[in-house]
C-alpha cells in the first residue's frame, strides 16, 4: 500500500502541477504593469520580490537536496518540507526588509486605514491551517503511541498485540513517534511563528498612500507576499502530513497481523494521504506562480483590527 502511493505521488504531483501551470501562466503575465520611468522604486520592489522568491525556491531546492542525503533514519527528508518552507518565508522577509521604503514618496505621506485581513488568501489560509492543526493532532497521537525501536530510539516503532496460542507481540517502523515528531513539531512551530512575523512586517510595510499607482502596485506586492507566506505554510504542514500519514497507513497493511480496531486509524490515515497530496501541489504551484489566490485590490471595508500608516 505505501510504495503503490509513493510511487502514485511523483506522478500525479507532476501531472497536477502541468495542467495547473498551463492554465496559471497566462494570468499571471497580466498581473502587475508599472510605469518604470515615472515609478523606479516601485520597479525595484516588484523586482526585489520576485529575485528574493526564486532565490528562495534555488536555495531551499539545494538545502533539501543536502538534507534528504544526509542519512539519519529519514529524519531530514521528513523535515525536508518544513526546511523549505523556512527557506520561502526567510526570503520574503528579506525582501520586505530590502524594500522596506520603496512605496514611500520623499516629502510626502498620506494617511489610511490598513487591514491584515483583505491580504490574506482566505481558502489558502484556511488549508494551511486545517493541514498544521491536524498534523499537529496525528503527531501528539503519534508520539503517545510509539515504542522504542530495538536500537531503544524512542517512538521509531509501534508495538502491539493480538492473539495466539497466548498473547503475542508484534512491532513495526519506522513510526513517526517522538523521534521524528518531536524535531517536526519544533521546526513548524519555528515556520508558523516566523510566517506570522512577516506577514505583519508586510502588511505594515510604509507606503504613501496619497498616489493611487502607487497603492496599486504596492497592493499586488503586498498581496503576493503574503500569499507565498501562507503557501509556505500550507506546504510545510501538508507535506509533512502526506508523509508521516503515509507511515500509519502500515497499520492497515495486510502483511501486518493488526487488531481490526487498530486498523481503523490506518484506514484514517489513508485518507489523509489522499487529501495532502492535492494541497501540497496546490501550495507549490502558488510558489512558483503567486497570484493564485492573493486578491488584486483589497477591499477597504473589510474588518479587522486597523493598522493606520502616515
Known amino acids: ?63 533539501v537536496a543536502m538534507l534528504a542525503n544526509a542519512e539519519r533514519l529519514g529524519l531530514g527528508l521528513l523535515l525536508s518540507p518544513a526546511v523549505f518552507a523556512l527557506t520561502q518565508v526567510l526570503a520574503t522577509l528579506v525582501a520586505g526588509a530590502v524594500t522596506h521604503d520603496a512605496a514611500r514618496t520623499r516629502g510626502t505621506a498620506g494617511l489610511e486605514v490598513r487591514r491584515l485581513r483583505p491580504y490574506l488568501p482566505r481558502g489558502l489560509t484556511a488549508l494551511a491551517a486545517s493541514a498544521t492543526v491536524i498534523l499537529g493532532l496525528v503527531l501528539a497521537w503519534t508520539t503517545a503511541v510509539g515504542a522504542p525501536d530495538d536500537m531503544g530510539r524512542d517512538g521509531r516503532s509501534f508495538t502491539y498485540s493480538y492473539p495466539c496460542d497466548t498473547v503475542c507481540t508484534a512491532g513495526f517502523g519506522p513510526w513517526p513517534g517522538s523521534y521524528y515528531a518531536v524535531p517536526l513539531a519544533v521546526l513548524l512551530a519555528i515556520v ?79 485518507l489523509l494521504t489522499l487529501a495532502a497530496l492535492p494541497m501540497t501541489v496546490w501550495c507549490v504551484v502558488i510558489l512558483l506562480l503567486p497570484g493564485a489566490t492573493a486578491p488584486l485590490r483589497p477591499a477597504p471595508h473589510a474588518a479587522e483590527t486597523p493598522v493606520v500608516i502616515p
Do not use: K
Open 1 to 63: 500500500m505505501s510504495g503503490g502511493l509513493l510511487l502514485l505521488f511523483p506522478i500525479v504531483a507532476i501531472i497536477t502541477l502541468l495542467a495547473a501551470v498551463l492554465i496559471a501562466v497566462p494570468r499571471r503575465r497580466r498581473l502587475v504593469t508599472i510605469n518604470e520611468q515615472d515609478f523606479p522604486a516601485l520597479a525595484r520592489l516588484r523586482s526585489v520580490n520576485t529575485v528574493a522568491r526564486v532565490v528562495g525556491l534555488v536555495v531551499g531546492i539545494l538545502v
Open 192 to 270: 508558523v511563528a516566523l510566517a506570522v512575523a512577516t506577514v505583519l512586517v508586510t502588511v505594515r510595510r510604509p507606503r504613501d498612500a496619497s498616489d493611487p499607482e502607487i497603492v496599486r502596485v504596492d497592493d499586488v506586492v503586498r498581496a503576493r507576499a503574503v500569499e507565498s507566506v501562507v503557501a509556505a505554510v500550507g506546504l510545510a504542514s501538508a507535506a509533512s502530513l502526506f508523509a508521516v500519514s503515509l507511515l500509519v497507513t502500515n497499520l492497515a497493511n495486510p502483511r501486518n497481523v493488526v487488531p481490526l480496531l487498530l486498523r481503523i486509524p490506518g484506514w484514517g490515515a489513508l
